[in-house]
T-cell receptor
Framework: TQLLEQSPQFLSIQEGENLTVYCNSS?????LQWYRQEPGEGPVLLVT???GGEVKKLKRLTFQFGDARKDSSLHITAAQPGDTGLYLC???????????WGAGTKLIIKP | NAGVMQNPRHLVRRRGQEARLRCSPM?????VYWYRQLPEEGLKFMVY????????ESGMPKERFSAEFPKEGPSILRIQQVVRGDSAAYFC??????????????FGEGSWLTVV
């Protein structure tokens, strides 16, 4: 059983559409992070959210941490082919050093 | 600034052989973490080391797997008598102090192990 459930597992949409990826848990996290991973490469940190209800924006990407710090979402506006990749959420519990990972959302943006 | 360096990037081993994966942390980082990513899955914590010490190996299989981070040189993840199920991407990460919400961890590009 995954401690962090990501949905959808796979998403293929047309360029210009909007999308939201979810990361849910029944456990509380002290912080949640979103990473992007390209094939054959390591995960690259996009953002860290720490405070319940926090919203962070990175150009067309909006990240939100749930009020109860059990879930997070990533919203992409006007998706572009360059957004194609595997998006992973990961969290720390009780500020422990072990990152707990979701299984990822494979995103394909078609031109 | 060199990031976290892992080698080899790709390694093919026959069943029963040994695999050695090396990780050089970022300059000034003395905390190293190893994660494993099985196909179509997220990463799973394996082990956390500081120089010359294993701090937490709770995620590492009890048999065949070992890790070290000597005073000099890279951290090494060693897998003896590899089996097909060991085929995965192994990622190393490092941090200057113990990783928490207040700082950042940096990942290497991974070592892809294929057992044939």
């Amino acid at each position: 059983t995954q401690l962090l459930e990501q949905s959808p597992q796979f998403l293929s949409i047309q360029e210009g559409e909007n999308l939201t990826v979810y990361c849910n848990s029944s456990s509380v996290f002290s912080s949640l992070q979103w990473y992007r991973q390209e094939p054959g490469e390591g995960p690259v940190l996009l953002v860290t959210v720490v405070t319940g209800g926090e919203v962070k924006k990175l150009k067309r990407l909006t990240f939100q941490f749930g009020d109860a710090r059990k879930d997070s979402s990533l919203h992409i506006t006007a998706a572009q082919p360059g957004d194609t990749g595997l998006y992973l959420c990961a969290g720390l519990m009780d500020s422990n050093y072990q990152l707990i990972w979701g299984a990822g959302t494979k995103l394909i943006i078609k031109p | 600034n060199a990031g976290v360096m892992q080698n080899p990037r790709h390694l093919v081993r026959r069943r029963g052989q040994e695999a050695r994966l090396r990780c050089s942390p970022m300059k000034g980082h003395s905390h190293v973490y190893w994660y494993r990513q099985l196909p179509e899955e997220g990463l799973k914590f394996m082990v956390y080391l500081q120089k010359e010490n294993i701090i937490d190996e709770s995620g590492m299989p009890k048999e065949r797997f070992s890790a070290e981070f000597p005073k000099e040189g890279p951290s090494i993840l060693r897998i003896q008598q590899v089996v097909r199920g060991d085929s995965a991407a192994y990622f190393c990460a490092s941090s200057p102090v113990v990783y928490s919400d207040r700082n950042t961890i940096y990942f290497g590009e991974g070592s892809w192990l294929t057992v044939v």
